[in-house]
């Protein structure tokens, strides 16, 4: 049995069950069961690399957490990557010895979905370049968070087409899950404008890869939740960037015309950007409803006024409309200031138990209302926010984001912010976000997954539906082992 550098209990002699027993940093070995059982000294020497491999207790128990401070799964060795080569060489260690792997953007899924117990977690936040600008396109590190994508192109008057309403998350992160935004209904999801990709497939191989260069392992990686490899890259499309947006928030009554004119506008494109919220009345009732529009201006977008932008919206004449301009960078980055807020007061580490559904939009009116009103009376907490938005579907082009068979679908997030000191009340809430997403999933609804739901194997087929198999083979040919990204929970092993 060997000591652990950092003086905890080898994992071993607590009958953890894994193959990874210690890793000695100082030394540069891992020691395995595997190894030992093959007959080797137990001694496995680990590659030189060019970031550096972490074993103290703050490296690893901060990867035993996310944004949704539920699940804590401890890891036993952490890659700070610094090079595809580092990742490359770090799991096909992974595949000799059968330990599980997971990338790590920014860490802020919010239920495990990061984390390996027990196993390697790749760090790829040093994988932060950024360009440069050419050709209508740029080529970022996956550890790249989007505003400083956004910072460089804007530089050159371009920018990614579509955000995240939070910019300070991983390009790999998001890519991994879909990335959708207000913009999505015009121009698809983050990963509908992936030009190509570098990653380190589950076997330890390098590959780029694209449209038309092996396109199933393309197709397996965006949306693909980390199954079949690790994103070390990505070529963005970019689009002409506006100088200045108007932004607009407008009040409406009732939930069916507040759906109707988001509809219209998801259709007439008028807006760039299309979302909207549901906020509780003096009740508890989740009643009042607010379209957040905002139109690009020159060089993006015509020059409008605000007459010709809201002409025919039904919105509510007697409520609170604002209407202002902009900076474009002020606009994407506009959540900057209230999380800097909610940072300083601590609401910031509270537990998310985050439900994020996407609904047919033929039966959203019904579901959304069935949903809402389970709601009522229940604070979503400090900084959580109720959205609901619609996509295009014909915008969506990526096979593995699963959205309803609906021409226009609705996102309905459900962004809880509980207190960590009442277990109980999160516990409860992640109960409920799974019995919400079975009443959305019996009318033909999937879940955008970023949030906590818990989820089984069962559930995921259901997610990919037809698709299933053509993923599942896509993880044999790619990750045999299935090694990657095991905190998903959707291929069992
Ligand atoms: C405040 C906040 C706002 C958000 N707003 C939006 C929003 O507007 N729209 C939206 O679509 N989502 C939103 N999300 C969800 C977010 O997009 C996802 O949770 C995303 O995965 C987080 O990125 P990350 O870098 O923190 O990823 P992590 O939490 O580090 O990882 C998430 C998953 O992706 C995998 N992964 C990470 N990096 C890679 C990589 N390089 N290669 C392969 N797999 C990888 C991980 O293994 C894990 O399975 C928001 C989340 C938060 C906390």
């Known amino acids: 049995m060997v000591e652990r550098s950092d003086g905890r209990t080898d994992l071993a002699a607590q009958g953890a069950g894994a193959d990874v027993v210690a890793f000695e940093p100082e030394a540069r070995v891992w020691v395995t069961r595997a190894g030992a059982a093959a007959g080797r000294t137990g001694l496995v020497p680990v590659p030189r690399l060019d970031g550096s491999l972490r074993t103290d207790?703050?490296?690893?128990?901060?990867?035993?957490?996310?944004?949704?401070?539920?699940?804590?799964?401890?890891?036993?060795?952490?890659?700070?990557?610094?090079s595809a080569d580092d990742v490359a060489e770090m799991i096909k260690l992974c595949n000799d010895y059968r330990v599980k792997a997971a990338a790590r953007g920014q860490g802020h899924a919010t239920y495990g979905q990061a984390q390996v117990a027990e196993g390697l977690v790749i760090e790829t936040g040093a994988l932060d370049g950024i360009g440069p600008v050419a050709a209508?396109?740029?080529?970022?590190?996956?550890?790249?968070?989007?505003?400083?994508?956004?910072?460089?192109?804007?530089?050159?008057?371009?920018?990614?087409?579509?955000?995240?309403?939070?910019?300070?998350?991983?390009?790999?992160?998001?890519?991994?899950?879909?990335?959708?935004?207000?913009?999505?209904?015009?121009?698809?999801?983050?990963?509908?404008?992936?030009?190509?990709?570098?990653?380190?497939?589950?076997?330890?191989?390098?590959?780029?890869?694209?449209?038309?260069?092996?396109?199933?392992?393309?197709?397996?990686?965006?949306?693909?939740?980390?199954?079949?490899?690790?994103?070390?890259?990505?070529?963005?499309?970019?689009?002409?960037a506006p100088e200045n947006v108007r932004h607009f928030l407008l009040p409406y009554a009732d939930l069916e015309t507040f759906l109707a004119d988001q509809r219209l506008l998801a259709g007439d494109q008028r807006f760039t950007y299309v979302e909207g919220t549901v906020e509780p009345d003096e009740r508890g009732a989740y009643t009042k409803y607010v379209l957040e529009a905002v139109a690009y201006g020159p060089p993006a977008g015509p020059a409008r006024d605000d007459g010709e932008l809201l002409r025919g919206l039904r919105y509510d004449r007697s409520g609170q409309l604002t209407a202002q301009t902009l900076g474009y960078f002020d606009f994407l980055n506009r959540l900057?200031?209230?999380?800097?807020?909610?940072?300083?007061?601590?609401?910031?580490?509270?537990?998310?138990?985050?439900?994020?559904?996407?609904?047919?939009?033929?039966?959203?009116?019904?579901?959304?209302r069935t949903l809402l009103d389970g709601f009522a009376g229940q604070d979503v907490g400090p900084g959580g926010v109720v959205l609901l938005y619609p996509l295009v579907h014909r915008r969506l082009h990526t096979p593995l984001l699963r959205v309803p068979d609906d021409p226009v679908p609705y996102l309905m997030a459900v962004?809880?912010?509980?207190?960590?000191?009442?277990?109980?009340?999160?516990?409860?809430?992640?109960?409920?976000?799974?019995?919400?997403?079975?009443?959305?999933?019996?009318?033909?609804?999937?879940?955008?997954?970023?949030?906590?739901?818990?989820?089984?194997?069962?559930?995921?087929?259901?997610?990919?539906?037809?698709?299933?198999?053509?993923?599942?083979?896509?993880?044999?040919?790619?990750?045999?082992?299935?090694?990657?990204?095991?905190?998903?929970?959707?291929?069992?092993?």
């Open 336 to 368: 900057a200031d209230g999380v800097a807020a909610l940072q300083q007061e601590g609401f910031w580490s509270w537990c998310h138990p985050w439900l994020n559904l996407l609904l047919p939009g033929d039966r959203v009116a019904g579901l959304s």
């Open 136 to 240: 209508g396109q740029v080529t970022v590190g996956a550890g790249a968070v989007w505003s400083a994508v956004a910072r460089e192109t804007l530089r050159h008057g371009l920018t990614p087409p579509v955000f995240t309403d939070y910019l300070e998350l991983s390009v790999g992160g998001t890519l991994s899950a879909g990335g959708l935004g207000g913009q999505a209904h015009l121009y698809g999801a983050q990963v509908d404008n992936v030009l190509a990709l570098e990653v380190v497939t589950g076997t330890g191989e390098v590959v780029s890869c694209s449209p038309t260069r092996q396109p199933d392992l393309f197709h397996a990686v965006l949306g693909g939740l980390g199954q079949c490899a690790v994103i070390i890259s990505a070529t963005l499309r970019l689009v002409t």
């Open 415 to 493: 962004l809880w912010t509980l207190d960590p000191a009442d277990q109980a009340a999160v516990s409860a809430r992640t109960a409920a976000n799974r019995a919400a997403y079975e009443t959305v999933r019996a009318a033909g609804g999937t879940q955008y997954p970023v949030g906590s739901v818990p989820m089984t194997a069962a559930d995921w087929r259901g997610q990919y539906g037809k698709l299933w198999e053509e993923f599942d083979a896509a993880k044999r040919r790619y990750d045999p082992h299935r090694l990657l990204a095991p905190g998903q929970h959707i291929f069992t092993p």
């Open 57 to 82: 207790t703050g490296t690893l128990d901060d990867d035993a957490d996310d944004f949704g401070h539920i699940v804590h799964e401890v890891p036993a060795v952490v890659l700070q990557a610094e």
